[in-house]
């Protein structure tokens, strides 16, 4: 299989560069070699290097900066997936791509459904919503995996972040009424591998049939406040930490440009039942992610 997996270098990108070699040769591209918000150059290298897979880990993901660069969100969040999707139809290739639990509105008291009603609060989760309306018109053979509260041990996740808060100040407040899945970037990747890798007897067609939107998240939910507890406790190096009390407050205390929804936890049964896979409990996954041994 001839594998283009593009935005190589993001908390994703990087782990799924990883996870996919076994199936394939993957090409793997960073911003450096393949900029998504020029059109031309997507384009052009896609339909030069003429793969099977395209899968798009790329992502303007700066969700309060996006309040007030709404072009650029969109041209690489919303029209990019599209053209990709495009020349992924045009030259009989797979796409896959991800999405966010941002496309709902937090109303809701249980884990979301794929089905259910979207309504992104900001312009991240608007900008998401129709990169993945752009795909599904364009149809053919695709995935989205729509997933939440990603982290890894690299670059500037919440888990790098509560670490390094610990490390400075004895007293941490945390926000405790956002709820939400968290999600490694390693399962992330794992499961979409598993995913390609079940269907590759035919996977054009095996694609084309079980084609849409999937929740893949870390099982189960928690909140803010709850994750940066378990975060500190998964602490391999502890005896750094200067922290000693963690106070639970409300998201009004910290005000951010843009609106976050309150639960935007997904119900990841449909992944699990259609390609026969479990999804870990969050909890259970961030103890593997921060095991030091
Ligand atoms: N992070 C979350 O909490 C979260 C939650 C829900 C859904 N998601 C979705 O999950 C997917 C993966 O997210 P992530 O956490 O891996 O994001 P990430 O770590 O921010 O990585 C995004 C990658 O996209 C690249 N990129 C940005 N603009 C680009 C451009 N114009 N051309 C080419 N590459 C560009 C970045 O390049 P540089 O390395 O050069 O900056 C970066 O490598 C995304 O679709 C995201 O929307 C993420």
Redesign the pocket.
């Known amino acids: 299989m001839n594998i283009v997996l ?9 782990e799924i560069q990883r996870s996919l070699s076994p199936l394939g040769k993957v090409t793997a ?4 070699q ?5 059109y031309k150059a997507v384009q052009s290298i896609l339909k030069e290097l003429k793969p099977n897979l395209i899968i ?7 969700v309060d900066q996006a309040e007030t660069e709404i072009e ?1 969100a969109t ?3 919303s029209v ?1 997936p599209g053209i990709m999707a495009e020349i992924a139809h045009s030259s009989h290739a797979v796409f896959i ?6 496309v709902f509105d937090g109303q809701k008291t249980t884990p979301y459904l794929e089905e259910d009603q979207t309504n992104p609060l900001n312009i ?1 989760g608007k900008s ?1 919503l129709m990169g993945e309306e752009n795909i599904k018109q364009v149809g053919d053979a695709y995935f989205i995996f ?7 041990l690299r ?1 500037n ?2 888990v790098n972040k509560v670490l390094g808060w610990s490390r400075k100040s004895q007293n941490l407040k945390i926000v405790s009424n956002q709820v939400g899945s968290p ?1 490694w ?1 390693r399962l ?1 990747a794992e499961t979409t591998s598993l995913v390609i890798a079940t269907c590759t007897m035919d996977l054009l067609d095996n694609v084309r049939e079980r084609r849409g939107v999937y929740h893949l998240a870390g099982s189960g939910y928690t909140s803010r406040y709850q994750w940066a507890q378990r975060i500190l406790a998964n602490d391999p190096n502890r005896a750094e930490q200067l922290v000693q009390t963690v106070e639970p407050v409300p998201s009004e205390e910290f005000p951010t440009p843009a609106t976050r929804p309150l639960f935007s936890a997904l119900n990841c049964e449909k992944i699990e039942k259609i390609f026969k896979l479990r999804l870990p409990d969050w909890e259970e996954s961030l103890r593997l992610a921060m095991d030091g041994s």
């Open positions: 593009i935005g190589k270098n993001g908390q994703l990108g990087w591209l960073g911003r450096d393949l900029n998504v918000s020029d798009n880990a790329s992502a303007y993901t700066e650029l041209k690489i969040n990019a791509h991800y999405s966010t639990d941002y991240y998401k729509r997933t939440s509260w990603v982290y890894s670059g996740s919440f999600t970037a992330l």
